[in-house]
């Protein structure tokens, strides 16, 4: 069973960045097409972020222009790079499969809190 281990959150003010990572028990980010997703205290949880395995990438309208989902396929780690980040982007940020693909176990996630 793949286990995805995200990491990176924390606290950060309006206006900072953040950077995450998400590390895979297998080789599974190159080969697979991966998403970003977040859950914020009473909500549901939402994609943000997806890259094809050729590299397409789309966004949340929410965070267009703000946050770069990439990949290290060598290392097989998923990133998300946040600028400009908003209070309303506090959330737990998980990694895994793009919604129409079965999702692999999901992880942990990693806490962003944006608060001045």
């Known amino acids: 069973q793949v286990q995805l281990v995200e990491s990176g959150g924390g606290l950060v003010q309006p206006g900072g960045s953040l950077r995450l990572s998400c590390v895979a028990s297998r080789r599974i980010i190159s080969l697979n097409d991966m998403a970003w997703y977040r859950q914020a205290p009473g909500k549901q949880r939402e994609l943000v972020a997806t890259i094809t395995t050729s590299g397409n990438r789309n966004y949340a309208d929410s965070v267009k222009g703000r946050f770069t989902i990439s990949r290290d396929n060598a290392e097989n780690i998923l990133y998300l790079q946040m600028n400009s980040l908003k209070p309303e982007d506090t959330a737990v940020y998980y990694c895994?499969?793009?919604?129409?693909?079965?999702?692999?176990?999901w992880g942990q996630g990693t806490q962003v809190t944006v608060s001045s």
């Open positions: 895994n499969r793009p919604r129409g693909f079965t999702p692999f176990a």
